[in-house]
């Protein structure tokens, strides 16, 4: 079974740009959530997805936003680009029920520098 | 709000030493409570978890106990291997709607 796969893994962007990264959960996946890694903030969960209505919502600014598409894949975009968003981004997934004990699996991420 | 609190690292241990990572939480109703590991260059991956009281979650030779009378999951492992080395994460969950509030992490560092 494929796990999660998140493109591109690397990723470099000027400040004041935008980008759209990509999470193709584990097959029969329904929810996908996105989180920020940073050295100073850690881990924060920035919004979830389940059949393509956004579920659950961070406290990130307006510029963070995402959507999920019919096949459960998600993209998250981030506009006018900060020096603080500088960032592993991680996505998780998992089957969507709203079951307390749901494993979330997550994939390798995407390291974005905004230089 | 809900939080946990980790302790400080990084954690610095001889091969075979017995490992302790402390974690309390804050979290109003019954969370769900995991630990996940990161490794270097990878995502986090789901070690144990436990769902209530008194439950004990166990992999890989790791254990926690979820102690509600005292909001803790402490991680520990009786024998700690050079592969071991990553960053340990506590986290829970109160909504089942896969948000999860993470710790700020603890790095274990196991030499020969």
């Known amino acids: 079974k494929a796990g999660v796969t998140q493109t591109p893994r690397y990723l470099i962007k000027t400040r004041g740009q935008q980008v759209t990264l990509s999470c193709s959960p584990i097959s029969g996946h329904r929810s996908v959530s996105w989180y920020q890694q940073t050295p100073g903030q850690g881990l924060q969960f920035l919004f979830e997805y389940f059949s393509e209505t956004q579920r659950n919502k961070g406290n990130f600014p307006g510029r963070f936003s995402g959507r999920q598409f019919s096949n459960s894949r998600s993209e998250m975009n981030v506009s006018t680009l900060e020096l603080g968003d500088s960032a592993l981004y991680l996505c998780a997934s998992s089957p969507g029920q709203a079951i307390m004990n749901t494993e979330a699996f997550f994939g390798q991420g995407t390291r974005l520098t905004v230089v | 709000g809900n939080s946990v609190t980790q302790m400080e690292g990084p954690v610095t241990l001889s091969e075979e030493a017995f490992l302790t990572i402390n974690c309390t939480y804050t979290a109003t109703g019954y969370p769900s409570l995991f630990w996940y590991v990161q490794y270097p260059g990878e995502g986090l991956q789901l070690l144990l978890k436990?769902?209530?009281?008194?439950d004990k979650g166990s992999n890989k030779g790791f254990e926690a106990t979820y102690r509600k009378e005292t909001t803790s999951f402490h991680l520990e492992k009786g024998s700690v291997q050079v592969s071991d080395s990553a960053v340990y994460f506590c986290a829970l969950s109160t909504t089942g709607f896969q948000k999860l509030v993470f710790g700020t992490g603890t790095r274990l560092l196991v030499s020969p």
């Open positions: 436990a769902t209530k009281a008194d």
